[in-house]
């Protein structure tokens, strides 16, 4: 089934804890995005890569890491996870950064951290 | 800063015509997007709009003024399943989508 998938579909977890959100696409796309989005904001960006081995930094990245092995994987990792990074995590994929690509977006998961 | 406006909620009856408006202001512009959003999905892609004029796609149109800092979505024979957010997002100099906090749209028989 070609897109995107994350997992878990939704957590509660303590503060504290660690936590890492899988996301996978077979869509052989080489940008990679993770967004969080909260009520009455538009998305944003936590963290992007432009192709495998490569990753930067979005609009919102602090307590948050990520990494990119390879060309499908992109997980997304809570260190130390505080009630502030209760929200809806999606990751999306494009086929080129640095163009006008077309994003496309995974299921997400709804976290919540009490 | 960077900032994209588009209204909170708007309300139209199925059958009707409905036009979402989205203003932006952003450090350089490479295109702006159009997605759909239903309550508990993901945003899908409706439009891509880079130059000025108006783009059509079946029941759905969407305009770009760049010298405006201006676009609208136009959704014309409303159906129920069209009640969701739609999402203004414009891609920066750097290649990354401001995304507006969308407008959720909801259709009343």
């Known amino acids: 089934i070609a897109g995107i998938t994350q997992a878990p579909t939704s957590q509660i977890l303590a503060a504290g804890r660690r936590m890492t959100l899988r996301c996978t696409q077979d869509?052989?796309?080489?940008?990679m995005y993770w967004y969080r989005q909260d009520l009455g904001l538009g998305l944003r960006l936590i963290h992007y890569?432009?192709?495998?081995?490569?990753?930067g930094k979005g609009e919102v990245p602090d307590g948050y890491s990520v990494s990119r092995a390879n060309t499908d994987d992109f997980p997304l990792t809570l260190a130390s996870a505080v009630p502030s990074q209760t929200s809806v995590y999606f990751c999306?994929?494009?086929?080129?950064?640095?163009?006008?690509?077309?994003?496309?977006f995974g299921p997400g998961t709804r976290l919540t951290v009490l | 800063g960077q900032n994209i406006d588009q209204p909170t909620e708007m309300t139209a009856t199925e059958g009707a015509i409905v036009q979402i408006n989205c203003t932006y202001q952003?450090?350089?512009?490479?295109?702006l997007f159009w997605y759909q959003q239903h309550a508990g999905e993901a945003p899908t892609f409706l439009s891509y709009?880079?130059l000025d004029g108006l783009e059509e796609k079946g029941r759905f149109s969407s305009f770009l003024s760049r010298s405006k800092g201006y676009s609208y979505l136009l959704l014309k024979e409303l159906q129920m399943k069209d009640s969701a957010s739609y999402l203004c997002?414009?891609?920066?100099?750097?290649?990354?989508?401001?995304w507006g906090a969308g407008t959720k749209l909801i259709i009343k028989p």
């Open positions: 997002a414009v891609m920066d100099s750097n290649y990354q989508l401001i």
């Open positions: 999306a994929s494009s086929d080129a950064a640095g163009d006008a690509d077309t994003q496309y």
């Open positions: 952003t450090s350089g512009f490479n295109g």
């Open positions: 709009n880079v």
């Open positions: 869509m052989r796309h080489n940008a």
């Open positions: 890569s432009n192709t495998a081995g490569t990753t």
